[in-house]
């Protein structure tokens, strides 16, 4: 069974930093997508950041690009997300998740893509 476990966040001031980290068990192999969401309260859960199953990619909402980096550490199975510059648009509970199949090269923007979820983290930033 795989288990994303989620870290990092909390609250910062505008134009301030913070790094989520996503800790994955229960596989060894890295041939997986692995993508960063969020969902502010009352909207819907959406697109943040994405890496290809290679590393070699990556993909990013407009909102943020630029702002936020993704990341991933093969060897310590774990994704990152960078985010520099924050606004108090980008408070919300920021999801990471991953693929069950291997190899997946479409539709990183779209969370039924994902099959594994972590617990979320709250992201706040105050103006």
């Known amino acids: 069974q795989v288990q994303l476990v ?4 909390g609250l910062v001031q505008a134009g301030g930093s ?14 997986y ?3 960063w969401f969020r969902q502010a309260p009352g909207k819907e859960r959406e697109f943040v950041a994405a890496i290809s ?3 070699g990619s990556t ?5 943020i690009k630029d702002r936020f980096t993704i ?3 093969d060897a310590k199975n ?5 985010m520099n510059s924050l606004k108090p648009e980008d408070t919300a509970v920021y999801y990471c998740a991953t693929t069950e199949r291997r190899f997946v090269t479409r539709d990183y923007r779209a969370t039924y893509t994902y099959d594994y979820w972590g617990q979320g983290t709250q992201v706040t930033v105050s103006s």
């Open 6 to 9: 989620q870290s990092g966040g």
């Open 18 to 31: 913070l790094r989520l980290s996503c800790a994955a068990s229960g596989r060894t192999s890295s041939n």
């Open 71 to 73: 990341s991933r550490d």
């Open 78 to 82: 774990t994704l990152y997300l960078q």
């Open 59 to 63: 993909y990013y909402a407009d909102s």
């Open 53 to 55: 199953w290679s590393g």
């Open 33 to 35: 997508a692995m993508g």
